[in-house]
């Protein structure tokens, strides 16, 4: 079976079976426009079987494209079961640092005992919210969102205040598979829009194979864009609404 057609039942079977995670927006929030069009409740830290994903050499591909390397400080935005992070921690080696990032508290304790006997000690576990990832400033030299960009409640305000933690020169890339947002995806041109309205530009994308999804690589805006100057892009509905 294709990696899509199996993720996409087992996020079905995720939605069935979980009431997900009610998002409100925070009043931080107030100053920048809430998205046009639904977002996907959070059902689940993962996205697909370790092994399935390792089949598609998810990781590698992600790695290369992003040219992450070592000595790197690298945010795994939404990390979840931390798929992504313990594989980026050899990665960016001893000088390098990997920001394990989620907004939802038992996702992270869980993730926090995973790291625990895993002698990975270049590792730091943070707690974002649903409109700030509440990173370190100037920080990072790349952020990955894997599978998780259609869960963020406030991403006008989320990707403005993500740019404030980047380095000059850093990299971000959105991975998600290109459909509707309720069906937890991001099509790729609203994506394009909605981080080009808040002042990045998309360098590069790139079709990931196995059934992956997309890789959109991003440049942060040098200088921020007021949050009052800010337009939502129109995405799709379910039909009926
Ligand atoms: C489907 S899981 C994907 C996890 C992991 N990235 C992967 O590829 O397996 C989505 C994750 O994003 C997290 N998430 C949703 N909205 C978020 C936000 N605004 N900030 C940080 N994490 C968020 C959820 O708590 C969940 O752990």
């Given amino acids: ?52 994903r390792d089949k598609a050499r998810e990781s590698e591909q992600v790695v290369q494209l992003m040219g992450i390397a070592p000595g790197m400080a690298v945010a ?13 921690s050899p990665v960016v080696g001893p000088r390098g640092r990997v920001y394990a990032q989620d907004v939802t ?8 005992r995973r790291l625990e006997g895993a002698e990975l000690d ?3 576990t943070l707690r974002g919210a649903p409109d700030d990832p509440r990173l370190p400033p100037r920080s990072l030299d790349a952020a990955i969102l894997i599978h998780m960009y259609h869960e963020i409640a406030q991403p006008y305000a989320f990707m403005h205040r993500l740019a404030g933690s980047m380095k000059p020169g850093a990299r971000v890339g959105v991975v998600d598979l290109d459909r509707a947002t ?21 360098i590069s994308s790139h079709q990931l194979t196995g059934g992956v999804g997309y890789l959109a690589i991003f ?23």
């Fill in 1 to 52: 079976m294709r990696l899509s057609i199996l993720a996409a039942l087992l996020t079905a079977l995720a939605a069935a079976c979980s009431p997900g995670v009610a998002q409100q927006a925070p009043s931080t929030a107030s100053a920048f426009p809430a998205p046009d069009r639904p977002v996907a409740e959070i059902v689940s830290p993962v996205w697909l079987n370790e092994a399935d």
């Fill in 76 to 88: 795994d935005i939404g990390a979840g079961t931390g798929y992504h992070t313990v594989r980026l």
């Fill in 105 to 112: 508290p038992e996702y992270l304790a869980d993730l926090e």
């Fill in 122 to 124: 270049n590792i730091t």
């Fill in 182 to 202: 309720w069906l937890h995806g991001t099509p790729r041109d609203l994506l394009r829009c909605e981080l080009e309205a808040v002042g990045y530009r998309q």
């Fill in 219 to 241: 440049e942060p805006p040098a200088a921020p864009i007021e949050p009052s100057a800010i337009r939502a892009c129109k995405g799709q509905k379910p039909p009926g609404v």
